[in-house]
């Protein structure tokens, strides 16, 4: 048995002194003392924080299809010395990950090669509603997370943008469905004006203007009112504006089973960057105004916003490097995602009880993950332990493509240690040989509207 003591214990309601016992792969139990414990391994962690391990439902690690980027094996590597310890990969890879068998393919190699407990959203395309459908009355529901709807396209292109096949995705029910929201043709005729003003030379400040905030909340009110109407269960991932803020929390009176995710990017960037930084901050939906950067702040401390979602999506240099029409969308930021929200929580004197609902207990929720994102007994012992006081630049990160937005910036929090499933991944900031086979599939439960995430 391990017993960690002194330890500053987090979770999503309540900052206690305490100890936590880890036995085999669980929590053993929570003490507000100490007890002794013959023959147990005792590690004291006065002045460190003591959280459930982050849930990052929003990462691309680009297998299969676009391995020279990134891989499961790199990617969640890298994860866990952020203080992830389970991730929910997204399904625009290649090819897709829009049926069961693609799916497969990726929890079986993930279980080759995942540093972290791995999981899966399934994709929705025009004409695959009744067949996911299918997949969920038959009982492979717990084999993947969520259904990945992008209402604009991205990384990737799995556009759904026919009127039936939405609202048929809508309908369906014990399953969460996950939003990119963009609308299509207002940023295609944004492209347009943007071409016909600057020809190929287009800045790199104007891709706020292209991806613009009126086509996230044209598309993000359209899927508000489908939710509500419909009841459906909806996450919307990446809100980047202060009006999509708004539209949510209004939402969320009428239907309570809508929720919404950030990511650290919208929260720490704003257009103010475009010219120093250009491709290396070209992400779908655009980061915009310093003004909506305050909003989703304060989104974050009131609880509007539910989850961190990395949105990692990794691009070589080189392919950053190009002109803004050849340059791909997506930055690579899983290891830097906690840190970066710890630094911020503190420069807005938000509550850590809001960092540890965020970064795992609201995603467990969400997606009905299994004994997982909570520090109760009877969990699997998946912990993370931060250093709050410790300050520290960013240096080269552990992705395959070896860059992030965030190199250079100075962050105030950072990830000391890591269990999963009971075993220690990282220590004093470095990976532990080995570990890495404890890692599982997380399984999904179904989930309806009044289901409760908290």
């Known amino acids: 048995m391990i017993l960690l003591k002194n330890a500053l214990i987090v979770t999503g309601t309540s900052i206690t002194k305490g100890a936590l016992g880890i036995e085999g792969e669980l929590i053993s139990g929570i003490w507000k003392e100490a007890p ?40 969640s590597r890298a994860a866990i010395l952020g203080g992830i310890t389970s991730f929910i990969d997204m399904p625009n890879t290649s090819p897709a990950a829009t049926s069961m068998e693609i799916i497969e393919w990726k929890l079986n190699r993930a279980a080759e090669t995942s540093a972290a407990n791995y999981g899966f959203h399934i994709g929705a395309t025009n004409s695959n509603a009744a067949q996911i459908r299918e997949y969920i009355e038959s009982g492979n529901g717990g084999r993947f997370g969520g259904i990945k709807v992008f209402m604009g396209s991205s990384t990737g292109n799995m556009l759904v943008d026919r009127e039936k096949a939405l609202e048929d995705f809508f309908r369906i029910k014990g399953k969460t469905i996950l939003i990119h929201s963009e609308d299509e043709t207002m940023i295609k005729s944004n492209l347009a004006d943007a071409k016909a003003k600057y020809g190929e030379a287009i800045p790199f400040e104007a891709h706020p203007l292209i991806r613009s905030r009126e086509a996230c909340v044209k598309s993000t009110a359209k899927a508000l009112e489908m939710a509500v109407r419909h009841g459906t269960c909806l996450h919307v991932l990446h809100v980047s504006t202060k009006e999509e803020i708004d539209l949510i929390r209004e939402a969320k009176a009428a239907n309570p089973g809508i929720t919404a995710e950030t990511s650290a990017n919208y929260l720490w960037f704003s257009d103010k960057d475009y010219p120093k930084m250009a491709g290396r901050l070209k992400c779908n939906p655009a980061v915009k105004s310093e003004s909506d950067r305050e909003a989703l702040i304060e989104a974050l401390r009131d609880g509007t916003i539910d989850t961190i979602g990395s949105d990692h999506a990794p691009h070589l ?11 791909p969308s997506g930055l690579p930021t899983v290891q830097q995602s906690l840190p970066a929200v710890l630094t911020i929580a503190r420069r807005h004197n938000i509550p850590l009880t809001r960092i540890a609902s965020a970064f795992s207990e609201k995603a467990a929720g969400i997606f009905g993950i299994e004994r997982r994102g909570f520090l109760k007994p009877g969990y699997y012992a998946d912990l993370i332990v931060i250093d709050s006081g410790k300050e520290f630049n960013v240096a080269k990160p552990a992705y395959k493509c070896g860059w992030s937005p965030y190199e250079g910036c100075r962050f105030r929090g950072a990830v000391e240690m890591v269990w999963i499933n009971g075993s220690l991944a990282v220590r004093d900031g470095n990976p532990v040989n080995d570990y890495f086979r404890s890692r599982k599939e997380i399984l999904f439960r179904s989930r309806s509207t009044d289901s409760t995430l908290t």
């Open 36 to 75: 002794v414990i013959p023959g147990a391994e005792e590690i004291d962690l006065e002045g460190h924080i003591l959280m459930a391990g982050g849930i990052d439902a929003h990462v691309h690690f680009r297998e299969p299809g676009m391995e020279w980027k990134a891989d499961i094996g790199s990617e």
């Open 317 to 327: 240099n080189e392919e950053k490097d190009r002109p803004y029409l050849d340059c």
